[in-house]
C-alpha cells in the first residue's frame, strides 16, 4: 500500500540530501522517480534540488497552480515513487491532491520540509501534511547551544535576529540559523 510521508525538520538538517539519496536509490534499481521543488525556491537554480552538501538534481517546479494528481495520473509513466523537496510551500489543495495520488493511483509520496517559518508560524503546507500524512518524521538537527533544533530563525548579514517581514523570503540576502525551543525565545526577548 502506498503512503503519504511527511519527512520535516527546522533548518539546515539535511532534508535536501535525504531526498536526494532516495531518488538515487530509486535510479540505482532502475525505478522511474519524479521530483518536485517549489519554484519560489531559485537559490541554487530553478527548478534544481540542491544538497549544501553538493549532490545536486533537476527537478520539474511547482507553483500554486501545479495540480499534482492530474500531472502524475496522466502521466502514462510507471512511477515507482514522487518525491517533494520544499514541501511547505505547496498548498492544502496540493497536499490533498498529493494524498490521493498514493491512496487512488498507488504511488508512494515523500515530502521534505520545514513546519513553521522563522517566527514559529505554521506553513499551510506543512499544517496539512502533519494531518493527512500516514507516515511523519522528524529528521534531527542541533541548535548553536548542542540542544535538538526545531525553530528556524532569519537573521541579518550581521547575525542579528529578524522579527517582521514576509513569511517566505528566500532570495537575495536572506539567511536562516536553525534554534531550540529555549534559544528561540531566549532570542526572542533581547
Not at 48 to 77: C, K, N, Q, W
Not at 98 to 119: E, K, M, Q, T
Request: net charge negative.
Amino acid at each position: 500500500m502506498a503512503k503519504l510521508y511527511f519527512r520535516y525538520s527546522a533548518m539546515n538538517a539535511g532534508k535536501s540530501t535525504a531526498l536526494l539519496q532516495v531518488a538515487h536509490n530509486y535510479g540505482e534499481h532502475g525505478r522511474a522517480v519524479w521530483i518536485y521543488t517549489s519554484a519560489l525556491d531559485d537559490r541554487f537554480g530553478v527548478g534544481i534540488v540542491t544538497s549544501r552538501l553538493g549532490p545536486r538534481r533537476r527537478a520539474t517546479t511547482f507553483d500554486d497552480a501545479t495540480d499534482f494528481y492530474a500531472e502524475i495520473a496522466g502521466a502514462g509513466e510507471d512511477l515507482a515513487c514522487v518525491l517533494v523537496d520544499e514541501a511547505q510551500f505547496l498548498t492544502p489543495e496540493q497536499v490533498r491532491q498529493l494524498h490521493r495520488v498514493a491512496h487512488v493511483l498507488g504511488v508512494p509520496v515523500i515530502c521534505y520540509g520545514i513546519r513553521s517559518d522563522f517566527l514559529g508560524e505554521p506553513f499551510p503546507g506543512s499544517a496539512y501534511l502533519l494531518t493527512l500524512a500516514d507516515s511523519v518524521e522528524e529528521l534531527k538537527t542541533v541548535c548553536a547551544c548542542g540542544k535538538k533544533a526545531t525553530m528556524n530563525v532569519r537573521i541579518d548579514e550581521r547575525g542579528k535576529r529578524i522579527t517582521e517581514g514576509a513569511q517566505i523570503a528566500i532570495e537575495g540576502d536572506a539567511r536562516y540559523i536553525q534554534q531550540c525551543g529555549a534559544c528561540f525565545y531566549a532570542d526572542a526577548l533581547r
